[in-house]
């Protein structure tokens, strides 16, 4: 089992960034999937973003596309997601979540990914 820490959320402006890091725990973070997950008060919980164990892939839900980047360093066992102009509807708890690589599979869905992470609440105020 993985464990994850999610940092870097709080409160911004509309139009402004943050950077949200995932610190795993374990030595075997390099051969997972990670993603990327929030949700917001009322809503279902919904995939942002995802990179693969190799760092080649990336993926991204139409909402965030060419606003957030994710990367990770695997010699830092971390990941991250950075957000740009950020708007009022980027408000949510954001989690990042472990996935054994499943061929044939979409990266997009929760129910594959196995550890989470307790989450960081992100602000934007308009």
């Known amino acids: 089992q993985v464990q994850l820490a999610e940092s870097g959320g709080g409160l911004v402006q509309a139009g402004g960034s943050l950077r949200l890091s995932c610190a795993a725990s374990?030595?075997?973070?390099?051969?997972?999937?990670m993603g990327w997950f929030r949700q917001a008060p009322g809503k279902e919980r919904e995939f942002v973003a995802a990179v693969t164990w190799s760092g080649r892939s990336t993926y991204y839900a139409d909402s965030v596309k060419g606003r957030f980047t994710v990367s990770r360093d695997n010699a830092k066992n971390t990941v991250y997601l950075q957000m740009n102009s950020l708007k009022s509807d980027d408000t949510a708890v954001y989690y990042c979540?472990?996935?054994?690589?499943?061929?044939?599979?979409?990266?997009?869905?929760?129910?594959?990914?196995?550890?989470w992470g307790q989450g960081t609440q992100v602000t934007v105020s308009s």
């Open positions: 979540a472990t996935r054994a690589p499943i061929l044939g599979t979409s990266i997009r869905r929760s129910s594959d990914y196995r550890d």
């Open positions: 374990g030595r075997t973070f390099s051969s997972y999937d």
